[in-house]
């Protein structure tokens, strides 16, 4: 599923040059705060000024979102939402983070740090207003640690995507995978269906009502798939559904946002 030598040597990495920045900014996905911090903040940041951006904001439940800033805020950890793809980046930090980072020697240094897919690359070509670090949709495209000159007085230091070598909770790999930041196989996608049909049964069957209106039929997350994939024309020879294809595509719609808002955890659930 991962590669925990890539991870590691980043991590590496990120110690070493962790005395050299003023602060940390770490990017999590807002509609799971909690497990897009699946790495060792504690032990890799120590001391260190921690900043959250929850970014994607604007396909999470705000509801729930307000729930994570003051959840930060009250462990002493400046926490921020943003939507990349709805604010002037620079704006924001000009606003926001810049004036709580703090200066030495005339100057401001900060890490930019997070899992795979949040968001970080494209914050720092927002910020610094042209394509200066890779950018895709696939976990893990920033190859190695980048310094970027932002202005006279600020400096970037970018980094991999970090994440814990081996992930043992079900519940936080299929968190992972249904907001982009872990690839899966199909065993592993069926699995995270399984999860996701259960869980917006639960905290969103307006959205299920949206996709399917006879989804409270089906038994299980198969079937409504079959539903759908027939719905959709999702069609095999002789007019059977095609599964995967459906599965696919509904998980990416739904990361998409084109049902609706979801956040997958609150704060109260890791207490």
Same mark, same amino acid.
């Given at each position: 599923?991962?590669? #925990? ?24 996905? $807002?509609?799971?705060?909690? $497990?897009?911090? $699946? ?76 899992? #795979? ?74 699995? $995270? ?79």
């Amino acid at each position: 599923m991962w590669y #925990p030598g890539h991870i590691e040597k980043t991590k590496s990495l990120i110690k070493k040059h962790l005395k050299l920045v003023n602060a940390v900014v770490e990017i999590l996905d $807002a509609r799971a705060p909690y $497990a897009s911090r $699946a790495y060792e903040e504690q032990q890799l940041f120590r001391n260190k000024k921690r900043i959250i951006i929850l970014n994607k904001k604007d396909l999470c439940d705000m509801k729930k979102t307000k729930l994570w800033e003051k959840y930060y805020k009250e462990k002493g950890e400046d926490a921020f939402s943003l939507s990349l793809n709805e604010s002037n980046v620079k704006d924001f930090f000009l606003n926001h983070i810049y004036p709580i980072v703090p200066k030495k020697f005339n100057e401001k240094s900060l890490m930019i740090v997070g899992i #795979p897919n949040v968001g970080k690359s494209t914050f720092i070509n927002r910020l610094k207003g042209k394509k200066s670090a890779a950018v895709g949709n696939k976990p893990g495209i920033t190859r190695g640690l980048q310094w970027l000159t932002v202005s006279k007085d600020l400096k970037i230091l970018d980094t991999p995507g970090v994440l814990y070598p081996k992930l043992f909770s079900k519940n936080l790999v299929n968190k992972l995978i249904l907001i982009g930041s872990l690839k899966a196989e199909d065993s592993e996608l069926d699995e $995270a269906l399984f999860y996701l049909f259960d869980f917006l049964k639960q905290e969103y069957p307006n959205i299920l009502n949206t996709v399917l209106e006879e989804w409270d039929n089906c038994e299980n997350a198969v079937e409504f798939i079959e539903k759908f994939s027939m719905k959709r024309n999702f069609l095999k020879k002789g007019g059977v559904p095609d599964y995967e294809r459906g599965r696919n595509i509904f998980l990416k719609e739904v990361s998409e946002g084109k049902y609706g808002s979801i956040t997958y955890e609150i704060p109260s659930d890791i207490d």
